[in-house]
């Protein structure tokens, strides 16, 4: 078999089980096994594929097929150019996610060197890992209640070489953490993108994320912003005065989170994501 019949066969295997973007995946699916780029395919679509390989591919293709995300199949994801290996223990990294990352680099443009970072529930560690990579002289503090997934996070630190500017914590939110000592043990930073998924919301999710995604990664309780609720409350203890505290947020949760941040936080602001949907909410700590 060549690397054109494994692609047809692929792509209709993946069409019968209404796949949205079979002739992409499939072609994700097929590098991944034969450990090309997909360049390679289109140019030699006369290769032989080894009858391993062949077997491999059919394999993940059946799983694709059967709805697992590709990202757990091949075990990667890219996330600010960055490359991140996922499995089930950990949410698959998602680009919304990406303008959080970019409006805390820009606020610490701001900031005096060393900026002290706290990244609340890391999970594949995508946040901390760009924020570590992109902000120099940046000190991060990585906490999640998964073990599994600081083990992941820890990873991918190392395979973008960010591992000695990041401390990976286990820690349900602040619980684990010392209280800081002082000034210099205060976090200029801390940024989450908690689970926030409602109960109501778990119900209608897409069978993939719902499948496949730890809930535990996705559920934020009856109205999705528990987390919030606790992170609000806590962080202001671990935040430098006028230190910012900045969030991913769901779908219609902005205003919400704006409204529980008020109390203790001032300059609020809330970000659209590239469909013009409030994504990003962050404050500053007041100072007493
Ligand atoms: N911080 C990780 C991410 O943004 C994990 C988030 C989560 O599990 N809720 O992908």
């Known amino acids: 078999m060549n690397v054109q019949d494994a692609l047809t066969k692929g792509i209709q295997i993946l069409k019968a089980a209404h796949i949205e973007a079979p002739a992409v995946e499939a072609g994700v699916i097929l590098c991944d096994v034969i450990g090309c780029d997909k360049s390679f395919l289109y140019v030699h679509g006369d290769a032989i594929v080894a009858r391993e390989d062949a077997e491999r591919y059919f394999d993940k293709i059946e799983l694709?097929?059967?709805?697992?995300?590709?990202?757990?199949?091949?075990?990667?994801?890219?996330?600010?150019?960055?490359?991140?290996?996922?499995?089930?223990?950990?949410?698959?990294?998602?680009?919304?996610?990406?303008?959080?990352?970019?409006?805390?680099?820009?606020?610490?443009k701001g900031l005096k060197a060393g900026v002290r970072i706290l990244d609340i529930g890391t999970g594949s560690g995508c946040i901390a890992v760009s924020l570590a990579y992109y902000i120099r002289d940046?000190?991060?503090?990585?906490?999640?209640?998964?073990?599994?997934?600081?083990?992941?996070?820890?990873?991918?630190?190392?395979?973008?070489?960010?591992?000695?500017?990041?401390?990976?914590?286990?820690?349900?939110?602040?619980?684990?953490?010392?209280?800081?000592a002082g000034d210099k043990e205060l976090f200029d930073i801390i940024v989450s993108n908690p689970p926030y998924i409602?109960?109501?919301?778990?119900?209608?999710?897409q069978?993939?994320?719902?499948?496949?995604?730890?809930?535990?990664?996705?559920?934020?309780?009856?109205?999705?912003?528990?987390?919030?609720?606790?992170?609000?409350?806590?962080?202001?203890?671990?935040?430098?005065?006028?230190?910012?505290?900045?969030?991913?947020?769901?779908?219609?949760?902005?205003?919400?989170?704006?409204?529980?941040m008020k109390n203790n936080y001032y300059d609020i602001c809330i970000i659209k994501d590239l469909s013009g949907i409030n994504r990003v909410v962050t404050g500053k700590a007041r100072t007493n």
């Open 64 to 108: 694709r097929a059967k709805g697992m995300p590709v990202q757990y199949i091949t075990g990667r994801q890219e996330f600010m150019s960055l490359g991140f290996t996922v499995g089930p223990k950990v949410l698959i990294p998602r680009q919304d996610t990406e303008i959080l990352v970019e409006e805390v680099t820009r606020y610490s």
């Open 138 to 180: 940046a000190f991060v503090v990585a906490v999640d209640i998964s073990c599994e997934a600081l083990e992941i996070a820890a990873h991918n630190a190392r395979l973008s070489g960010v591992d000695s500017s990041i401390s990976f914590i286990h820690s349900d939110l602040f619980g684990s953490l010392c209280a800081p």
């Open 198 to 205: 409602s109960l109501h919301e778990m119900k209608g999710l």
């Open 207 to 260: 069978a993939e994320v719902r499948d496949y995604e730890p809930a535990s990664a996705l559920y934020g309780g009856a109205d999705g912003l528990d987390f919030y609720r606790k992170i609000i409350t806590e962080a202001c203890g671990f935040l430098k005065a006028d230190g910012l505290l900045a969030f991913e947020v769901g779908y219609g949760q902005a205003e919400e989170v704006e409204k529980m």
